[in-house]
């Protein structure tokens, strides 16, 4: 963007610096998403001041399933300070390293012509839920007003995750979502481009509106072409899975992605129907590293469920399938598919403690 990154975003800066003292930190890992990563500098410069070591991770940052506490534990780091992905108040602490979260919440409102522009293409609805990426759940009270005095109804959910804020979702959970749907005829999604609420369409079955407050553009059909062309290559993928005899078993190491149990029990149930199959473990599950791995036929994913949607462009000539879509593979019937089935994943968050 072209206006200064600092000013876009709140930082919580005397928040962090107050809490590292407390905690008497010695060194920090940054961890912050690419595309805030314009940001690290004014965050560094002022924790600095206080004698404090910080050291950026360089990695993505996918969300709260991608804590890098192999990192940290690397560079010796006592602390890492996690941006964009939650508003935790008190600190994690997991296997002796402390964790502070920061949401990095967008400072501007959704501009008034574009909020008409909503209520414009919102008119053949009548019912409607609105969520958001952290970074925009502060929108959330005011668009729900603005559209309840323009005659909707407004309905906001909350995902049972106590972290999680009222409207709040993510690429993986959307839950707060779910809670209303049987309530609303269409959901708004306010996030930065169609990610989340390509999500919600998969998950809900409802249309969604998309609203993205960064470039003030609200889209619908492109949600609907996007999931037409997935269920398209997932219906190929899954077709060529049930031919297949080799298959790998993908486990990130990724804390809030990893899901042993259900890779081998995915192992069994393939190998009792006559499969062959071999567990994988992955750091980042991206082309240039599954490639490397000869002699599969078909790729399982039990890391984040999106890899296998989103990415399926990405993994050209590399069949992959979710967790959730192993019973297609073995019934060998996709007359019933459901594309919820590519997204009946949970992040596993059991690694993370609050502190008292």
Request: proline letters at 3%; hydrophobic letters at 45%; a positive charge.
């Amino acid at each position: 963007m072209a206006v200064n990154a600092k000013v876009e975003y709140e930082l919580e800066i005397e928040r962090v610096r107050k809490s590292l003292k407390k905690l008497n930190i010695r060194r920090v890992l940054l961890q912050i998403p690419n595309g805030l990563k314009a940001l690290s500098w004014s965050i560094i410069d002022e924790i600095e001041k206080d004698g404090i070591e910080v050291v950026l991770d360089s990695g993505h940052t996918w969300g709260l399933c991608d804590i890098p506490l192999q990192r940290a534990k690397l560079v010796n780091a006592d602390c890492i300070v996690h941006y964009a992905h939650a508003d935790v108040k008190d600190y994690f602490e997991i296997n002796g390293i402390k964790v502070i979260m920061v949401p990095c919440y967008y400072k501007r409102n959704i501009p008034p012509k574009v909020l008409e522009e909503l209520v414009r293409v919102l008119k053949p609805y009548k019912a409607i839920g609105l969520c958001s990426s952290i970074q925009h759940v502060k929108e959330l009270l005011r668009v729900g007003n603005y559209l309840k005095d323009r005659g909707f109804d407004v309905y906001v959910g909350r995902a049972k995750t106590s972290i999680f804020k009222t409207g709040q979702i993510t690429g993986c959970n959307v839950e707060a979502s779910l809670t209303i749907n049987d309530y609303v005829d269409a959901h708004v999604c306010i996030s930065g481009g169609i990610f989340h609420a390509v999500g919600v369409a998969i998950a809900t079955g409802k249309d969604v509106i998309s609203l993205d407050p960064y470039g003030g553009i609200i889209e619908h059909s492109r949600i609907k072409k996007f999931l037409k062309r997935v269920l398209a290559k997932k219906l190929y993928n899954l077709m060529t899975a049930i031919e297949a005899e080799k298959f790998g078993i993908i486990i990130s190491q990724k804390l809030g992605q990893c899901k042993v149990a259900l890779a081998l029990k995915i192992k069994k149930i393939l190998e009792r129907w006559g499969k062959k199959a071999v567990i994988l473990v992955f750091d980042e599950i991206e082309p240039a590293t599954i490639i490397n791995v000869k002699g599969i036929d078909v790729f399982i994913n039990t890391a984040c469920p999106r890899l296998a949607i989103d990415e399926l462009d990405s993994f050209e000539g590399i069949t992959m399938i979710n967790s959730g879509e192993v019973k297609y593979v073995i019934s060998g019937n996709l007359e019933n598919y459901n594309l919820k089935d590519a997204l009946s994943w949970s992040i596993n968050l059991n690694f993370l403690k609050l502190s008292n």
